[in-house]
């Protein structure tokens, strides 16, 4: 798969500021839910979805988090799945089913039929480098399968080494990748996925979110 055009790349450490201003690049990502749900489950593990009765757990678990966001997600259909550890969660994602909001960009990409969007992966800071995305993936994707979906997407800033390293050790491949070059809300916005490239420009006019 190409690489993003050179010409976006801005070089060097002077110009590090500038271009988290003016630059976005996102890897997207995919998986199937079948491949993904043949992987095995470690014995004990507590994993499941939140229930709205566990607001203050998933609070108490994720630094500014905010509770009427999490109401609002799970009214609008979102489901988050938890790792639980001692009472307490350690590790989690939420789900929505209707499009990508990608909040980097101001903008939503529709979902095919029968994709799921995995997103705001999270896992407690003293409980990293254990190995929990990966052991709550097939649980997530075994969860999908009884609802009938058959693909979950992703993405993770290009920059986030740790965040790529724990998508790809738990299952997922790399769809494409988005670049936006901007300044405020107007810019151009390259978008890759397998051998297809688009162009476009466009402005970030799309309000804030369940995000």
Known sequence: MPDPPRAFALPGRALRGVRRLVYTRLVLTTVRVDELAARPVRPGDDVRLLTPQELDDFVAFRPGSRRDLIERRLAAGHECMCVWEAG?????????????????????????????????????????????????????????????????????????????????????????????????????????????????????????ELS
């Open 88 to 208: 307490e969660i350690v590790s989690a994602v939420w789900l929505r089913f209707d499009v990508m909001w990608l909040p980097e960009l101001h903008d939503v990409i529709p979902l095919p039929p029968g994709t799921a969007y995995g997103y705001d992966s999270y896992t407690a800071r003293a409980d990293r480098n254990r190995g929990l995305v990966k052991a709550r993936a097939p649980h997530t994707a075994r969860h999908l399968g009884r609802r009938g979906y058959a693909e979950i997407r992703g993405y993770v800033r290009a920059e986030n080494a740790a965040g790529l390293a724990a998508t790809w050790a738990s299952g997922s491949h790399k769809l494409g990748w988005i670049v936006w070059v901007h300044v405020g809300p107007l810019g151009v916005e390259v978008v890759q996925e397998a051998a297809r490239r688009r162009t476009r420009l466009r402005t970030g006019g799309h309000a804030p």
